[in-house]
């Protein structure tokens, strides 16, 4: 029996019932298959995909084409979990009417049930159109990391009152335009657990404390498979890098002493 896919007004629900929600990035659809398998209940086609597979310093450079090949093999993959696909930097910022062609062609033609876009009020006549035109919306507040040069760096936010407040006014305004959910990055655990309290819709964590709705990693850092930096939140479950390092090792040492392949006696097709 085929499990039903998650669906957007499942995660006001889930909230009201006090469940909280698993999030893993995903970029192919083998991994998201997997993660798909194991019970995730969304996964984000994020644009973090510029530095955990495209060797970018930043996520500025990706680009709405990335995106789409990245989504539409993610769907692919995910039977189950809500995906949702990130909108690239300048692809929701240069105007209302562009900002729904991109995030209209993610769902269309990348098949996303819903976009991520980074942004508080400035961005708030972009959620509403979305919204309005049937694309569900999940904001991000906090560290933003197509705002890195204007930050100063992956440095955490909300540390001051005044940026704490700004932050919730942020969130409750992205409420009102009709955003289904809020990622909060990288801000101090009272201020996402007072985000929390003051919004009926799910804020997912990443740095932000155990109080939120739900958590979100970069399935790379979770699985121990980047070999960047790796934020101080993270836990990693699992060294894959040195699993795959090793591997690989061990067939190169195969191949150039013949051990590998080895052919018996049935593929060669002689009977003992």
């Keep these: 029996m085929t499990t039903p896919r998650i669906r957007i007004p499942e995660f006001k629900e889930k909230k009201a019932r006090g469940e909280r929600i698993a999030m893993l990035t995903a970029y ?15 996964i984000l086609v994020g644009d973090s995909l510029g530095m955990v597979l495209l060797g970018y310093e930043t996520t500025l450079p990706v680009t709405l084409d990335d995106m789409l090949h990245h989504t539409r093999a993610v769907v692919r993959g995910a039977g189950r979990a809500l995906v949702v696909a990130d909108m690239p930097f300048l692809t929701y910022q240069v105007s209302v009417a562009e900002a729904v062609r991109n995030a209209g062609r993610l769902l269309q033609e990348g098949g996303a049930a819903a976009v991520k876009l980074e942004g508080g009020r400035p961005v708030l006549d972009v959620v509403r159109r979305l919204v309005d035109v049937g694309i569900p919306v999940m904001g991000h507040l906090g560290l933003q990391p197509q705002s890195v ?5 992956f440095v955490k936010r909300a540390t001051r009152p005044h ?21 909060l990055e990288s ?18 964590g990443i740095g932000a404390g155990p109080d939120c709705d739900g958590q979100v990693l970069v399935s790379y850092d979770m699985l121990g498979l980047f070999d960047g930096t790796i934020p101080s939140f ?7 890098a040195d699993t795959v390092t090793a591997a690989t090792r061990a067939y190169v040492d195969d191949v ?14 002689v009977q003992s």
């Design 28 to 42: 192919d659809a083998t991994m998201a298959r997997l993660l798909d398998r194991a019970g995730i209940d969304v």
């Design 149 to 153: 040069h204007q930050a100063g760096g």
């Design 163 to 183: 940026e704490a407040t700004a932050l919730l006014e942020d969130a409750i305004a992205l409420r009102d335009a009709g955003a289904f959910a809020i990622v």
């Design 187 to 204: 801000i101090p655990a009272d201020v996402a657990r007072t985000v929390t309290a003051s919004v009926d819709i799910p804020t997912i």
């Design 234 to 240: 993270v836990k990693q479950y699992a060294q894959l």
């Design 256 to 269: 150039r002493t013949g051990r590998y392949p080895q052919v018996s006696s049935k593929v060669a097709g």
